[in-house]
């Protein structure tokens, strides 16, 4: 089944529930958020602005807590900067630890230290994703004795990942353009936040951080799929990126924090 056949099905599942539900509210919302790709490997990724819009319906299940599912489209992502590097196995012996300053032929071919770190480049550019997103929130009152305005907001959210791009820029090179096909299709997010309530109005503040890993390409693994037939220099492809050339791999969580703003009507 394709996104836009699994899209329609998700609009009207979500449609039915609110029936289903004989909703208590429905509206719109729209708003932008601040969102990046989070690990261990994306320390020069940086926060950028997208945005986020949709529908909702919400129905109080107590005094006190009111479940509120959404239908929401975003975009998501990050920018990009910093510096990367190529490996290559120079004598094709299959190695790429030999040490460029011990002046020692640690593979015996009767050449010294012909393995080094090569092909440092600097890289700037982007990451972009489009998501159809399904939370399922709960919301709850606990700061009445602050005010009856202000409201908590937490639960899951469902997205289906739609496109996804990215666009490197590598030193003074023409930039790199492509699919981010090796994403997974499903993410799932953890929602936090906060929900003020004045009339028709409603701001939501909230924080979303992934609990599903994704593999992000990078931009050393996004160079050499640039070259035409790299098999033919770089030998087949292995898990770490060639036979005779490995790159950098990344990997990271979607996080953001979103400020939506919400109509009833």
Same mark, same amino acid.
């Given at each position: 089944?394709?996104?836009?056949?699994?899209?329609?099905?998700?609009?009207?599942?979500?449609?039915?529930?609110?029936? $289903?539900?004989?909703?208590?509210?429905? %509206?719109?919302?729209?708003?932008?958020?601040?969102?990046?790709?989070? %690990?261990?490997?994306?320390?020069?990724?940086?926060?950028?602005?997208?945005?986020?819009?949709?529908?909702?319906?919400?129905?109080?299940?107590?005094?006190?807590?009111?479940?509120?599912?959404?239908?929401?489209?975003?975009?998501?992502?990050?920018?990009?900067?910093?510096?990367?590097?190529?490996?290559?196995?120079?004598?094709?012996? %299959?190695?790429?630890?030999?040490?460029?300053?011990?002046?020692?032929?640690?593979?015996?071919?009767?050449?010294?230290?012909?393995?080094?770190?090569?092909?440092?480049?600097?890289?700037?550019?982007?990451?972009?994703?489009?998501?159809?997103?399904?939370?399922?929130?709960?919301?709850?009152?606990?700061?009445?004795?602050?005010?009856?305005?202000?409201?908590?907001?937490?639960?899951?959210?469902?997205?289906?990942?739609?496109?996804?791009?990215?666009?490197?820029?590598?030193?003074?090179?023409?930039?790199?353009?492509?699919?981010?096909?090796?994403?997974?299709?499903?993410? $799932?997010?953890?929602?936090?936040?906060?929900?003020?309530?004045?009339?028709?109005?409603?701001?939501?503040?909230?924080?979303?951080?992934?609990?599903?890993?994704?593999?992000?390409?990078?931009?050393?693994?996004?160079?050499?799929?640039?070259?035409?037939?790299?098999?033919?220099?770089?030998?087949?492809?292995?898990?770490? %990126?060639?036979?005779?050339?490995?790159?950098?791999?990344?990997?990271?969580?979607?996080?953001?924090?979103? $400020?939506?703003?919400?109509?009833?009507?």
């Amino acid at each position: 089944m394709n996104l836009m056949k699994k899209s329609i099905l998700l609009i009207l599942f979500i449609f039915l529930f609110s029936n $289903l539900l004989a909703i208590d509210e429905k %509206g719109v919302k729209v708003g932008f958020n601040y969102s990046t790709i989070t %690990g261990s490997e994306m320390v020069n990724a940086e926060f950028c602005p997208n945005f986020s819009a949709g529908l909702f319906v919400s129905k109080r299940l107590n005094n006190w807590l009111v479940l509120q599912p959404e239908l929401l489209f975003s975009s998501k992502g990050s920018n990009y900067d910093g510096k990367e590097r190529l490996y290559l196995d120079n004598d094709a012996d %299959g190695y790429f630890d030999e040490d460029p300053f011990d002046l020692i032929d640690n593979d015996g071919d009767g050449w010294i230290d012909e393995d080094r770190p090569e092909l440092y480049f600097n890289v700037s550019g982007s990451y972009k994703l489009y998501y159809l997103e399904i939370p399922i929130l709960l919301k709850a009152s606990p700061f009445n004795f602050i005010s009856n305005n202000l409201d908590l907001i937490f639960g899951p959210s469902f997205n289906i990942l739609l496109d996804g791009k990215y666009e490197f820029k590598q030193d003074s090179y023409e930039p790199y353009k492509g699919d981010l096909t090796n994403l997974k299709t499903f993410d $799932l997010i953890a929602i936090l936040g906060f929900v003020y309530s004045v009339s028709n109005y409603k701001i939501d503040l909230r924080v979303n951080h992934s609990l599903i890993v994704n593999n992000i390409k990078s931009a050393g693994e996004a160079a050499i799929e640039s070259i035409e037939n790299p098999e033919e220099i770089y030998g087949p492809t292995t898990e770490d %990126g060639y036979l005779y050339c490995k790159f950098k791999k990344l990997s990271g969580f979607n996080t953001s924090v979103s $400020l939506l703003l919400s109509v009833l009507f």
